[in-house]
């Protein structure tokens, strides 16, 4: 599992995208996903031959799980599941969303910990954020809070939250072994990460992947299965496993994502 070239600029290409996605609710024009309706963007999170949405968005979520949340964080929905649906939350928790984007997974997660908890959401585009925060005024949630900055260098303290949720994000960031050792590092002893993401089979290459469809679109910088596997190890966490739900392009899935961190690591 290794960095990609070129870094700087993708992440300023995945920056673009998620900030015209923002611009887009904001000004009613459809978002397509991970970014803005497109004609041209046929491997926006997938070949066009796919239904997008079947694979991404807000129809992952069912209508009870959005029912009272503003309309503009559902419509923000670009990711490729309902990581809620896996990280089994409970009262009093703190839970972080990396690449919260519009904000509907850190409203969701919000509502799940209560009062008592508290729901982080993490983005490095200025757009989103303002389009989460004006969302969580809307719901009147008072137990949340939007960070700026890269999820592989996340803002928070060691052992600061007891979950790590993330949809659809991780593929994006061109240095993941980074991204999970900083989910492991603030991670309480015991917590656990529900994550959904694109993920190859094991059997595509690097180049297979991008075949499929580009590295902003979700596709080519996702990781294989093993690789998953191999590094949630790697930065220290256990009982890790990770199920494909749905297909997304061939040979490229949906995925659930989850691991804990040991009771007495303290690291």
């Known amino acids: 599992m290794t960095t990609t070239s070129g870094s700087s600029e993708l992440r300023d290409t995945v920056r673009d995208r998620y900030a015209a996605a923002a611009r887009a609710v904001r000004d009613r024009t459809a978002p397509g996903c991970c970014g803005p309706a497109d004609a041209a963007q046929t491997d926006c999170c997938g070949p066009a031959a796919v239904a997008e949405e079947d ?3 807000a129809s992952l979520y069912t209508p ?12 923000a929905s670009l990711g490729c599941g309902n990581p809620l649906a896996v990280a089994d939350l409970s009262e009093g928790e703190r839970v972080l969303d990396l690449g919260s984007g519009g904000g509907i997974d850190v409203l969701l997660s919000a509502r799940r910990v209560g009062p008592t908890g508290h729901a982080y959401g993490l983005d490095m585009t200025d757009e989103m954020l303002d389009l989460a925060r004006a969302n969580a005024a809307k719901a009147g949630a008072t137990n949340v809070e939007f960070l700026k900055g890269h999820i592989e260098q ?5 052992a ?15 240095d993941k072994p980074a991204v999970l050792a900083e989910m492991f590092r603030v991670l309480t002893p015991g917590g656990r990460i529900g994550i959904s993401d694109v993920v190859a089979e094991d059997d595509l ?12 679109g979700c596709i080519a910088g996702a990781l294989s299965r093993t690789e998953y596997l191999d590094g949630l190890a790697a930065a220290g966490f256990t009982d890790a496993q990770v ?3 749905h297909e997304t392009a061939p040979g490229m899935h949906a995925a659930i994502i989850q691991a804990v961190k ?6």
């Open 154 to 158: 996340i803002p928070l303290p060691d």
């Open 160 to 174: 600061a939250v007891d979950v790590v949720i993330s949809n659809c994000v991780i593929n994006l960031s061109t």
């Open 55 to 57: 694979v991404f968005g």
């Open 64 to 75: 009870g799980d959005t029912e009272g949340l503003p309309e503009e964080a559902v419509l």
């Open 262 to 267: 040991p009771v007495g690591d303290h690291r």
């Open 205 to 216: 290459t690097p180049s297979d992947r991008a075949a499929r469809g580009s590295y902003v």
């Open 243 to 245: 199920i494909f739900t």
